[in-house]
């Protein structure tokens, strides 16, 4: 019976199924046509709002926040380059995965770890947004709104016990708003030194996991436990405050050097200096400088007719780096006609002075440094200093203990004593001259005049230039006066014109050991300038 029944299922089977498909083609042929309806086409507002978000793609922040801007070029920048940009993404994975892989080869019966397959894939991140901020500093502050959902195959063997296992990474997506700064911005190539990297808010990862082929992800509870695993993770490394920093440039080629002290030098006297005048005597002055300045030297007054001059004069130098600074000492004859004959020089580096002790000495005047020329041999005279070098005290605000007292104290010394202070003129906004648009910053602080380069047509001039004043107390009364001048280049009745000026009161300096602003200009339509002003004390 059974035999039976199977083998009248396979003639059925075998005639019914040629004679089904008969009848259906000749139904589908001769069967008439219907009419097709036009699809009903409705405006969108007159759509709900389940309606809409069911069929629009998700708005991107370039149409929510009108602070990102829309990068369409750099969405089109990352695909021309993203193949490239994925060998060299996971050539640097590699060489940095692979010194930790070897750390635990010979442990838990591990005999390998490498890469089968390592690439991103052909899809790269799209930047749905990006914000830059306007800062003082001398920084670029940007934040990219990130998203990449990429076909990744990564592919890793674990050889253990003679035993292969792959894990597999895939479908791979992260959601970030990382923060991106390029600081500080540096006259070298590519103008910036660092990269640092913070993320603003906790990223979103998601990926698959296969482990021989299955993936594990799957598991219940599993998902959710590597999902806070690494978010907890990352942001523990990364999220603002903390950051990623990542070097670009060596320190050593774009480092700025700011001053670290004073030194104080006394010029005492000179004795049995040459005679260089016709009767017989020499009107003698000194000029001092130190080396790596562009700065004019300082001079003593001149002593006429007088072979053994006595000058107990003062005189204040900035110091920057004082193992390799050099100061330079010239005893010049002043003549009133000519050029004037310099009688002797000598040189003191600046290492072999300690910090706060006074050094006396009595240096012999050379011809030149060459010390092997045989004219050095001749007598020229000595010259006796006094050096000290007075370090400035670290800035408070940095390096302040958490005892009260010891605040209290630095805020005293930044109250009482000497120091330097350094104002830096960054540019300007926004200056416009009547008749003509070559700016200049002129900055006046008690009688003396600093000027920077003249930058030809021009509003938004940029100088970044520096000057520094001495002072033997905190200016807490006193202000600082920046003028915004114009100049023409040809010659004219109306050669210089004033775009603007701004006085800036220096308590708040000294109180606060420095300020970086932009001011409006007084007498000046929308001209703002940019300073920063330190204060920093020995």
């Known amino acids: 019976m059974g035999f ?43 759509l709900d709002s389940d309606t809409l978000q069911d069929i629009l793609p998700e708005i991107p922040l370039w149409v929510k926040c009108p602070d990102y801007e829309r990068v369409d070029w750099l969405n089109k920048f990352l695909l021309e380059m993203w193949p490239y940009l994925d060998k060299a993404i996971c050539a640097t994975i590699k060489s940095t995965a692979e010194p930790i892989f070897a750390e635990y080869i ?11 397959h390592l690439t991103l894939g052909t899809l ?58 390029l600081k500080p911005l540096v006259p070298t190539f590519p103008c910036f030194a660092n990269i640092v ?23 219940p509870g599993l998902y959710q436990l590597v999902q806070e695993a690494i978010k907890k993770q990352v942001a523990s490394l990364y999220l603002w405050p903390q950051s990623l920093d990542i070097p670009v440039l060596d320190a050593s080629t774009v480092a700025v050097k700011k001053p670290v002290g004073i030194l104080h030098v006394k010029v005492v006297r000179a004795m049995k200096l040459l005679k260089a005048d016709f009767l017989g005597t020499s009107d003698p002055y000194v ?7 562009k700065l004019p030297a300082k001079k003593t007054t001149i002593k006429k007719n007088n072979l053994n001059p006595e000058w107990n004069e003062n005189f204040k130098l900035v110091v920057k780096d004082p ?40 240096l012999d005047l050379l011809k030149h440094t060459n010390i092997s020329d045989p004219q050095d041999k001749k007598r020229r005279g ?12 670290e800035d408070s605000a940095k390096f302040n203990d958490l005892d009260g007292g010891n605040e209290k104290s630095s805020d005293d010394e930044k109250l009482s004593g000497a120091g330097l202070l350094s104002v830096i003129v960054q540019g300007a906004e926004d200056v416009e001259g009547e008749h003509h648009n070559n700016p200049y910053a002129l900055v006046l602080f008690r009688g003396e005049k600093k000027k920077t380069k003249m930058i030809r047509k021009t509003r938004d001039p940029r100088w970044n230039e520096e000057f520094q004043f001495t002072l033997d107390q ?32 220096l308590a708040d300096v000294v109180h606060n050991g420095r300020i970086n602003e932009k001011y409006h200009l007084m007498d000046s339509k929308n001209g703002v300038i940019h300073a920063e002003i330190r204060w920093d004390t020995v």
């Open 4 to 46: 039976l029944s199977t083998l009248l299922g396979v003639l059925g089977f075998g005639f019914g199924l040629p004679i089904g498909l008969l009848i259906g083609f000749f139904l589908f042929v001769y069967s008439p046509p219907k009419d097709v309806k036009d699809p009903v086409v409705r405006p969108l507002h007159e």
């Open 106 to 116: 010979g442990k838990y019966k591990i005999e390998a770890i490498e890469f089968e």
């Open 124 to 181: 790269p991140p799209i930047v749905h947004g990006l914000k830059v901020y306007e800062t003082n500093e001398r920084d670029l502050v940007m934040e990219p709104a990130i998203r990449w959902a990429g076909n990744t195959n990564i592919v890793l063997v674990l050889k253990l016990m003679s035993l292969q296992i792959k894990v597999q990474l895939v479908d791979l997506q992260i959601f970030a708003a990382p923060r991106i700064a």
């Open 197 to 219: 990297v913070s993320l603003m808010e906790r990223p979103h990862v998601d990926f698959g996991l296969k482990i021989l082929g299955g993936d594990v992800m799957s598991i």
């Open 287 to 293: 000029k001092l400088s130190l080396t790596g300045e």
């Open 323 to 362: 193992e390799s600074q050099i100061l330079q000492l010239q005893v010049f004859d002043w003549d009133k006609v000519g050029g004037h004959d310099r009688l002797g020089m000598q040189v003191v580096p600046l290492k072999v002075l300690t910090a706060h002790e006074t050094k006396e000495l009595t």
């Open 382 to 393: 000595q010259i006796v200093l006094e050096l000290t070098f007075v370090p400035f005290k």
């Open 474 to 505: 905190p200016p807490l009364q006193e202000k600082i006066r920046i003028d915004v001048l114009s100049k023409r280049t040809r010659l004219s009745f109306r050669s210089k014109e004033s775009l603007g000026h701004v006085e800036i009161n």
